[in-house]
């Protein structure tokens, strides 16, 4: 699928029917909504999550904000057992990383399997990279696998049952190499790098956006390179097999009304279009489309035979 092949169509018809609640619409919301992040605040999805919530509670003239349900190191899940637990009336709403809906009915947790969720729609991908200090001494991936064949390099992640940390490994395994242990984190940024406690870290581009003339960026996670490092091959012009992009969706529970889908899926489209979630894909590399839910479905399909690929180079 060309994701931007739908973008035009899409958002248009989404600016086209946003409009102020009406009588007809009172039923919903006509009490605070709350959109749950499974983050901590301050990268690319808690912010346009944030857009959102405002342009929804402008919308409607209910209460709305983001909840942060950042998962201690262990990645989104606990934030989205909120969602799942909640009740399937569009008043708790995930914004979800690619691994919710595809890992999460694997890894033995009982909320999520099998998967609760439907999508409304994915709005971003992430400039996700490979970033290793200024001070490395290597300069890319293949000068990495070289080093790591006689030192020991230590890896640092959001949670090693994730996509971006499993294309990590595997991309290691593919290159020859392996990294000499690794540590999960809530949040991976310059000060990680700064304070020695790991050697490569992957992250968002956002999170070292502020340091970025002094990290290396040994590569990226997704389909092309990103804007701002043109330079950066990505992992899979490395190893084709880790063909894979970081998304992130906005979800509720399945049982959710189709027609309070529909309501949340207008104001996001709308929220998209806006000329300050295009400034801020301009200025981070970030990837910012509207995916429709069927879209949206048949992308998380592909995404789970293609973890299964990944799998399989760690076996």
Request: glycine share 8%; aromatic share 8%.
């Amino acid at each position: 699928m060309n994701i931007f092949s739908t973008t035009a169509l899409t958002v248009g018809l989404g600016l086209a029917s946003v409009v102020a609640p009406t009588a007809l619409w009172a039923e919903y919301p006509d009490r605070p909504v709350s959109f749950v992040v499974p983050w901590p605040p301050g990268d690319l999805e808690d912010v346009i999550t944030r857009f959102i919530a405002e342009d929804f509670q402008a919308a409607y003239g209910v209460p709305t904000g983001v909840v942060n349900r950042p998962g201690g190191g262990g990645g989104p899940f606990p934030g989205a057992i909120e969602v799942a637990t909640a009740p399937a009336d569009g008043y708790t709403i995930g914004s979800f990383i690619i691994a919710v809906p595809v890992v999460g009915p694997q890894i033995g947790i009982p909320e999520l399997n099998p998967n609760p969720f439907e999508p409304i729609g994915n709005f971003l991908t992430y400039p996700f990279v490979i970033a290793a200090g200024a001070d490395a001494p290597y300069d890319d991936m293949a000068g990495l696998a070289a080093y790591a064949q006689d030192h020991d390099v230590v890896l640092g992640h959001f949670g090693a049952p994730l996509i971006p940390t499993q294309v990590t490994f595997a991309a290691a395994a593919a290159l020859g190499f392996s990294y000499a242990s690794d540590a999960a984190f809530d949040m991976l940024d310059c000060n990680t790098l700064a304070s020695g406690d790991v050697d490569v870290i992957n992250t968002t581009l956002q999170l070292i956006l502020p340091c970025l003339d002094q990290v290396k960026v040994l590569a990226s996670v997704g389909g092309e390179r990103i804007s701002l490092t043109p330079d950066t091959p990505t992992v899979s012009e490395l190893v084709p097999e880790l063909d894979i992009a970081l998304w992130n969706g906005l979800f509720v529970h399945r049982d959710t009304p189709q027609d309070v889908r529909d309501r949340i899926a207008e104001v996001a489209q709308r929220t998209l279009a806006s000329e300050r979630v295009q400034q801020l894909a301009a200025d981070t590399g970030a990837l910012v489309y509207w995916q429709n839910a069927d879209e949206a479905t048949a992308q998380i399909a592909r995404d789970i035979e293609t973890l299964s690929v990944i799998a399989g180079m760690l076996d």
